[in-house]
């Protein structure tokens, strides 16, 4: 079966996108690639479609369908993903934390006997030795990276596990591998290439970043009533769609604020923040893709599992902190390719909250110490007082110090802990990582993050055209495909 063909029975297109059909072709003859291609491009299709081309070699007598494996940190598209495969008939399937233990062990017993063209995992499921076992019993063909970015400590979304992939891909015989990212600056590019260990010839395919059908506008502002103004005013442009809109906000005070003030205004909404149980989330999240609630207020923890066509505008009501957060997050507007506003209101006394934000994400040596020992050394207090307790002794009443959450959030991606955080069930599973005693590499890290918000601002006082300096600082070459 030829790719165009897979590509109409499967998913009912006549055509492929871009350089989707170079990029198949070349997978399927046994090429290592890097994809950039921006949010809502296609690139799923990349690797889906030689994952429904492969056929088992029969060589060793071994039957069993070849298999492609996704690596991705989101464990909330992976069921998103999954569920759409299925309902076409094809033979997917996703392993993470969200399954009970018996759904787990379930799918290693059908993976080992066979089942499954597509298999996404998060790279942390390599330390498990259950998976490791089964995987050893299938011939992986493919192996697909999402979010390829996380590989690099350069990157906006670092994940430790991602730097072990060069020794994943020798576990299960080092496959035809497929790197994929929105968003990677020329030096994250070469990090990524470098560590999953890829040959020479591998091949960048750069998509280009532009939107065209994205209408990006920086507008300063001063004060929350010109904020207000603003949000209102753009809502109101859009209120004749049958769309949605989200306004990301920094803070959940300051979100939480802004919710009052449009009520106010009789302006129907909803919130969404990292406060809320998890009930709640799921929720409000349903209710936005089902197009119940047009209007969203939330922190970046909303859109993750955000795949909806029909967003028309979204509002950053605060300075976010990379040009890369950035990006990704207005790239969830627009998908169906109908005109979307992507505005950022830039006031300057905003910037001492970020600068605050990333001296919280970047904790040092001695802070990383002391939540280990107290993680290690005081499990009966934790087991009777909590998360709380556990912030008290560390940051007494600072309640907007979040140097705790992302202490945790490190420890526990480099394997040291497992556990819940609310209810408080941690258990120290590996020594302290190195990595983070070492005071110069964290310095280092520290200034690199300021260094991404300080490009932020210059692209905000940027007097040319915007999307140049996009391109400049994403190293966009400059004969990179604009997609429609």
Same mark, same amino acid.
Request: aromatic share 8%; hydrophobic share 35%.
């Given at each position: 079966?030829?790719?165009?063909?897979?590509?109409?029975?499967?998913?009912?297109?006549? +055509?492929?996108?871009?350089?989707?059909?170079?990029?198949?072709?070349? $997978?399927?003859?046994?090429?290592?690639?890097?994809?950039?291609?921006?949010?809502?491009?296609?690139?799923?299709?990349?690797?889906?479609?030689?994952?429904?081309?492969?056929?088992? @070699?029969? $060589?060793?007598?071994?039957?069993?369908?070849?298999?492609?494996?996704?690596?991705?940190?989101?464990?909330?598209?992976?069921?998103?993903?999954?569920? +759409?495969?299925?309902?076409?008939?094809?033979?997917?399937?996703?392993?993470?934390?969200?399954?009970? %233990?018996?759904?787990?062990?379930?799918?290693?017993?059908?993976?080992?006997?066979?089942?499954?063209?597509?298999?996404?995992?998060?790279?942390? %499921?390599?330390?498990?030795?259950?998976?490791?076992?089964?995987?050893?019993?299938?011939?992986?063909?493919?192996?697909?990276?999402?979010?390829?970015?996380?590989? @690099?400590?350069?990157?906006?979304?670092?994940?430790?596990?991602?730097?072990?992939?060069?020794?994943?891909?020798?576990?299960?015989?080092?496959?035809?591998? *497929?790197? *994929?990212?929105?968003?990677?600056?020329?030096?994250?590019?070469?990090?990524?290439?470098?560590?999953?260990?890829?040959?020479?010839?591998?091949?960048?395919?750069?998509?280009?970043?532009?939107?065209?059908?994205?209408?990006?506008?920086?507008?300063?502002?001063?004060?929350?009533? /010109?904020?207000? /103004?603003?949000?209102?005013?753009?809502?109101?442009?859009?209120?004749?769609?049958?769309?949605?809109?989200?306004?990301?906000?920094?803070?959940?005070? $300051?979100?939480?604020?802004?919710?009052?003030?449009?009520?106010?205004?009789?302006?129907?909404?909803?919130?969404?923040?990292?406060?809320?149980?998890?009930?709640?989330?799921? &929720?409000?999240?349903?209710?936005?893709?089902?197009?119940?609630?047009?209007?969203?207020?939330?922190?970046?923890?909303?859109?993750?599992?955000?795949?909806?066509?029909?967003?028309?505008?979204?509002?950053?009501?605060?300075?976010?902190?990379?040009?890369?957060?950035?990006?990704?997050?207005?790239?969830?507007?627009?998908?169906?390719?109908?005109?979307?506003?992507?505005?950022?209101?830039?006031?300057?006394?905003?910037?001492?909250?970020?600068?605050?934000?990333?001296?919280? +994400?970047?904790?040092?040596?001695?802070?990383?110490? %002391?939540?280990?020992?107290? *993680?290690?050394?005081?499990?009966?207090?934790?087991? +009777?007082?909590?998360?709380?307790?556990?912030?008290?002794?560390?940051?007494?009443?600072?309640?907007?110090?979040?140097?705790? /959450?992302?202490?945790?959030?490190?420890?526990?991606?480099?394997?040291?802990?497992?556990?819940?955080? /609310?209810?408080?069930?941690?258990?120290? $599973?590996?020594?302290?990582?190195?990595?983070?005693?070492?005071?110069? %590499?964290?310095?280092?890290?520290?200034? &690199?993050?300021?260094?991404?918000?300080? @490009?932020?601002?210059?692209?905000?006082?940027?007097?040319?055209?915007?999307?140049?300096?996009?391109?400049?600082?994403?190293?966009?070459?400059?004969?990179?495909?604009?997609?429609?």
């Amino acid at each position: 079966m030829e790719p165009q063909e897979a590509l109409r029975q499967h998913f009912g297109h006549d +055509s492929f996108r871009g350089r989707q059909e170079a990029i198949v072709r070349r $997978t399927m003859a046994g090429g290592h690639s890097l994809v950039i291609m921006p949010t809502g491009g296609g690139k799923s299709l990349c690797y889906q479609i030689p994952a429904l081309l492969y056929e088992s @070699s029969g $060589t060793t007598g071994d039957t069993k369908v070849p298999l492609t494996l996704i690596l991705s940190p989101l464990i909330a598209l992976m069921k998103d993903q999954v569920d +759409s495969l299925r309902s076409r008939q094809i033979d997917a399937a996703f392993i993470n934390s969200s399954l009970s %233990r018996e759904d787990r062990e379930q799918r290693y017993k059908k993976l080992a006997a066979g089942r499954y063209r597509l298999l996404y995992v998060t790279p942390e %499921r390599f330390r498990k030795p259950e998976f490791l076992d089964a995987i050893s019993k299938r011939s992986v063909r493919l192996l697909a990276v999402d979010e390829a970015h996380c590989i @690099s400590e350069w990157g906006h979304d670092f994940r430790p596990d991602y730097t072990r992939l060069r020794e994943f891909r020798s576990l299960i015989g080092d496959p035809t591998t *497929l790197a *994929l990212t929105a968003t990677a600056t020329v030096e994250v590019q070469a990090d990524i290439i470098r560590q999953l260990g890829l040959p020479a010839d591998t091949v960048t395919f750069h998509e280009g970043i532009d939107r065209p059908n994205l209408h990006l506008a920086v507008q300063e502002v001063w004060g929350d009533q /010109e904020k207000l /103004e603003q949000i209102v005013a753009i809502r109101n442009r859009h209120a004749g769609s049958t769309g949605s809109g989200i306004v990301y906000f920094t803070l959940i005070r $300051t979100l939480e604020r802004f919710s009052d003030l449009l009520r106010l205004q009789r302006i129907p909404h909803v919130c969404y923040h990292g406060d809320l149980d998890r009930q709640q989330r799921r &929720r409000i999240q349903n209710e936005f893709m089902d197009g119940h609630c047009p209007l969203v207020l939330a922190t970046n923890a909303f859109g993750m599992g955000i795949d909806k066509e029909d967003i028309r505008f979204v509002i950053h009501a605060e300075i976010p902190g990379s040009m890369e957060s950035w990006y990704q997050e207005i790239g969830r507007a627009g998908r169906d390719g109908r005109p979307s506003d992507c505005v950022l209101l830039y006031e300057e006394a905003d910037l001492a909250t970020r600068m605050e934000f990333i001296r919280w +994400s970047n904790p040092d040596a001695g802070f990383y110490e %002391r939540v280990y020992d107290l *993680l290690a050394h005081e499990r009966e207090q934790l087991r +009777s007082f909590g998360y709380e307790w556990l912030r008290e002794k560390l940051h007494a009443k600072q309640k907007h110090d979040h140097r705790l /959450e992302s202490s945790l959030a490190m420890l526990e991606r480099y394997g040291a802990i497992e556990g819940t955080w /609310e209810p408080m069930n941690l258990e120290v $599973t590996g020594p302290m990582p190195p990595e983070l005693l070492d005071a110069e %590499r964290l310095a280092t890290k520290l200034r &690199r993050d300021q260094m991404k918000l300080l @490009s932020l601002v210059q692209f905000v006082r940027h007097e040319g055209d915007r999307r140049d300096f996009l391109h400049q600082y994403f190293g966009v070459p400059g004969n990179a495909a604009a997609l429609p």
